[in-house]
């Protein structure tokens, strides 16, 4: 075993000096307020945005649906777990199709009016048209209705496209962190 250290930005936005307004989503694309019955629903669009991404070596648990199941009961069942901040995204396809889940971001409530947010994932097939940028509004609003005063995430700074997202909301880096991950020899770079 080896280990390999992956650079993370701590990023915050003031809500007190933002009135984040929620994007409207392209056509075909629907929302669904938290509800535990979803939780599965949940992991299985967590699993599809992070299981081939870098975030999954960050944190194995995103590399398996089992894991990103586990990940999502665990993250409901805490105290400070805030569903108003908790949204599920779907694509409608054809009128014959079922919804596809391709989208998830979980928040949670600190101490001091501070929020957190967990987890944004787009699936790849439904990036680059808007959808982190709606999903994390989205979520601010329900921070912002919970009266939290500031919301903060972490993010893999190799994670360029997200990282910018947040940027252009209005997160700001507030620190860089190192996270340790044990890797297979194999598989270090």
């Excluded at 299985?44 to 081939?52: D, L, P, V």
């Excluded at 199941?69 to 105290?79: G, N, T, V, W, Y």
């Excluded at 959808?131 to 919301?151: E, I, P, Q, S, Y």
């Amino acid at each position: 075993m080896g280990h390999r250290y992956f650079k993370r930005f701590r990023m915050e936005i003031d809500l007190t000096r933002l009135s984040p307004d929620e994007t409207p989503l392209p056509s075909g694309y629907v929302w669904s307020a938290w509800d535990s019955s979803l939780t599965s629903r949940h992991a299985q669009a967590k699993f599809a945005s992070f299981h081939r991404e870098i975030d999954a070596l960050v944190f194995p648990c995103l590399s398996s649906y089992s894991g990103c199941r586990r990940l999502m009961r665990e993250i409901a069942r805490r105290d400070s777990f805030l569903p108003e901040a908790t949204w599920l995204l779907s694509h409608l396809g054809s009128p014959d199709d079922d919804p596809r889940d391709c989208g998830t971001i979980q928040g949670l409530a600190q101490q001091g009016h501070v929020g957190s947010i967990q987890n944004v994932g787009i699936a790849p097939e439904h990036r680059g048209c808007g959808l982190g940028r709606a999903l994390v509004l989205k979520a601010l609003a329900g921070f912002r209705h919970a009266r939290m005063r500031r919301v903060y995430l972490e993010v893999t700074a190799e994670n360029e496209p997200a990282v910018e997202l947040y940027r252009s909301i209005g997160f700001r880096l507030t620190r860089t962190l190192y996270k340790a991950v044990e890797i297979q020899p194999s598989s270090v770079s």
